[in-house]
């Protein structure tokens, strides 16, 4: 064989080399790879993952995770792995989730009327990569309840009700100093002067709306509930909230999950100081996480002549208000007798 002829050779076997090579790299890095039937997925990978533990992560997700790993280590993924949430659309190649794997997604987190920081914490928690404890932890720091001016009992007050966008692997002191500067922004000039003008600090605005809150699901109806209340702080009268005994009694058990319907004579004589029959003024702390709307509804109270209200039976869902106690006592008798023919004892 001549000197043409075996160079021709080895030009065609290398052709041919690099063809299968070539097919072989194609094959593992742009052919679809997954094999869930929904149109996109979240994978989450918890912080400090090693690469073993990703890939057991994705395997329930992947047709085949040798030729994955093949690409992973290619791509040097295997010696950089990010913690958070990726991502994965139906179809996707290998070099496509490789890449994905690298965008960390945001979570929209949510939560609303939680009535004790352990209840918050759970609710975050089912959101987002912190468990309960390291969120309890981080919103009752002392550190951090110093420099935001609140205590263990008062802190709630910060957690304005809304949804909100974290990365899912954010730390808990993170979402915690995120919060805090929500709340800040949340009370700008506007709404402090608003409390102000009402002789009311911003936690004292929460904790009174945290009750009108209680009182009422009905958003147009808050304003003026929260005129009552404020007409009774003005003249002294005690507030006389059953949704403040409903909390303490709450409170005392540990217990914020219990259903209580109805407030009985015996339970307004709780010691407690959230207890707003025997203690006059606001109790200590909001009884629940009062959203924007209840919030709102104070600083705009409605101005009338009104002291006194309860549930309408004829109305549900709003209230019978009176301005004197004689009409109060008819609107609730008619509410008594309502609630005893819904056989509602507790």
């Given at each position: 064989?001549?000197?043409?002829?075996?160079?021709?050779?080895?030009?065609?076997?290398?052709?041919?080399?690099?063809?299968?090579?070539?097919?072989?790299?194609?094959?593992?890095?742009?052919?679809?790879?997954?094999?869930?039937?929904?149109?996109?997925?979240?994978?989450?990978?918890?912080?400090?993952?090693?690469?073993?533990?990703?890939?057991?992560?994705?395997?329930?997700?992947?047709?085949?995770?040798?030729?994955?790993?093949?690409?992973?280590?290619?791509?040097?993924?295997?010696?950089?792995?990010?913690?958070?949430?990726?991502?994965?659309?139906?179809?996707?190649?290998?070099?496509?989730?490789?890449?994905?794997?690298?965008?960390?997604?945001?979570?929209?987190?949510?939560?609303?009327?939680?009535?004790?920081?352990?209840?918050?914490?759970?609710?975050?928690?089912?959101?987002?990569?912190?468990?309960?404890?390291?969120?309890?932890?981080?919103?009752?720091?002392?550190?951090?309840?110093?420099?935001?001016?609140?205590?263990?009992?008062?802190?709630?007050?910060?957690?304005?009700?809304?949804?909100?966008?974290?990365?899912?692997?954010?730390?808990?002191?993170?979402?915690?100093?995120?919060?805090?500067?929500?709340?800040?922004?949340?009370?700008?000039?506007?709404?402090?002067?608003?409390?102000?003008?009402?002789?009311?600090?911003?936690?004292?605005?929460?904790?009174?709306?945290?009750?009108?809150?209680?009182?009422t699901v009905k958003a147009d109806e808050r304003a003026r509930v929260a005129g009552v209340y404020l007409n009774r702080l003005a003249t002294g009268m005690p507030l006389q909230a059953d949704p403040t005994i409903i909390y303490a009694i709450k409170k005392r058990s540990g217990d914020f999950n219990q259903v209580i319907k109805r407030v009985l004579y015996d339970d307004l004589k709780i010691d407690s100081p959230y207890n707003t029959y025997v203690n006059a003024g606001l109790p200590p702390a909001p009884i629940t996480m009062?959203?924007?709307?209840?919030?709102?509804?104070?600083?705009?109270?409605?101005?009338?002549?009104?002291?006194?209200?309860?549930?309408?039976?004829?109305?549900?869902?709003?209230?019978?208000?009176?301005?004197?106690?004689?009409?109060?006592?008819?609107?609730?008798?008619?509410?008594?007798?309502?609630?005893?023919?819904?056989?509602?004892?507790?």
């Amino acid at each position: 064989m001549n000197l043409k002829k075996i160079i021709a050779f080895i030009a065609v076997a290398g052709i041919i080399v690099a063809g299968i090579v070539a097919y072989v790299v194609y094959n593992k890095a742009f052919v679809p790879n997954t094999k869930f039937t929904e149109k996109e997925v979240y994978v989450y990978i918890p912080t400090n993952s090693s690469y073993e533990e990703v890939k057991e992560i994705l395997n329930p997700y992947l047709k085949n995770l040798d030729k994955f790993d093949f690409m992973a280590t290619n791509r040097k993924y295997n010696q950089n792995i990010i913690a958070g949430r990726f991502l994965l659309k139906k179809g996707m190649t290998n070099f496509d989730i490789v890449r994905a794997l690298r965008l960390n997604s945001p979570v929209r987190v949510a939560f609303n009327n939680q009535e004790s920081i352990g209840n918050l914490a759970g609710r975050l928690a089912s959101q987002t990569e912190p468990d309960s404890l390291d969120f309890v932890q981080a919103f009752t720091n002392p550190d951090f309840l110093k420099e935001n001016e609140f205590t263990e009992e008062t802190v709630l007050a910060m957690f304005i009700p809304d949804t909100y966008e974290f990365y899912w692997n954010t730390s808990a002191s993170k979402i915690a100093e995120k919060m805090a500067k929500s709340y800040r922004r949340f009370w700008n000039n506007e709404r402090t002067m608003k409390a102000s003008d009402k002789s009311l600090t911003p936690l004292q605005v929460s904790t009174l709306a945290s009750i009108v809150h209680k009182e009422t699901v009905k958003a147009d109806e808050r304003a003026r509930v929260a005129g009552v209340y404020l007409n009774r702080l003005a003249t002294g009268m005690p507030l006389q909230a059953d949704p403040t005994i409903i909390y303490a009694i709450k409170k005392r058990s540990g217990d914020f999950n219990q259903v209580i319907k109805r407030v009985l004579y015996d339970d307004l004589k709780i010691d407690s100081p959230y207890n707003t029959y025997v203690n006059a003024g606001l109790p200590p702390a909001p009884i629940t996480m009062p959203d924007i709307s209840a919030i709102d509804a104070v600083l705009n109270a409605e101005k009338h002549d009104y002291y006194y209200f309860c549930a309408s039976p004829s109305k549900p869902g709003y209230h019978a208000f009176a301005s004197n106690y004689a009409q109060h006592q008819i609107n609730a008798k008619e509410y008594s007798q309502w609630v005893n023919k819904l056989g509602i004892n507790r």
